[in-house]
Nanobody, 124 residues
């Protein structure tokens, strides 16, 4: 398993932007990578995913058009650019790695490794 460390969270006003980073301890070029988020008192939900080598990207309906996932395999890092942030985007954001991608990017159980999370707070 790879070790994942997220960074880039913080407090931002509604309409603002943040870029989250997820650094992996090992090579992740053959992994699918995902971002999930967990609002206070709620379940951890899918946000975005990208297949190995950046072939395909997938987004939750709630963030499509505002968020963008990207990866730099040379740096073993995946990013989540978040624009036009809303108070309902407030959550702890988690990075995850799927070693044996089977197309089930929505399922938390498909991911082998998780980061510790980074808090994103959007004020109104």
């Amino acid at each position: 398993q790879v070790q994942l460390v997220e960074s880039g969270g913080g407090l931002v006003q509604a309409g603002g932007s943040l870029r989250l980073s997820c650094a992996a301890s090992g090579r992740t070029s053959s992994y699918a990578m995902g971002w999930f988020r967990q609002p206070p008192g709620k379940e951890r939900d899918f946000v975005a995913a990208m297949t190995w080598s950046g072939g395909s990207a997938y987004y939750a309906d709630s963030v499509r058009g505002r968020f963008a996932i990207s990866r730099d395999d040379a740096r073993n890092t995946v990013y989540l650019q978040m624009n036009s942030l809303k108070p309902e985007d407030t959550a702890v954001y988690f990075c995850a790695a799927d070693r044996n991608y089977r197309g089930r990017y929505l399922w938390r159980s498909e991911y082998d490794s998780w980061g510790q999370g980074t808090q994103v707070t959007v004020s109104s």
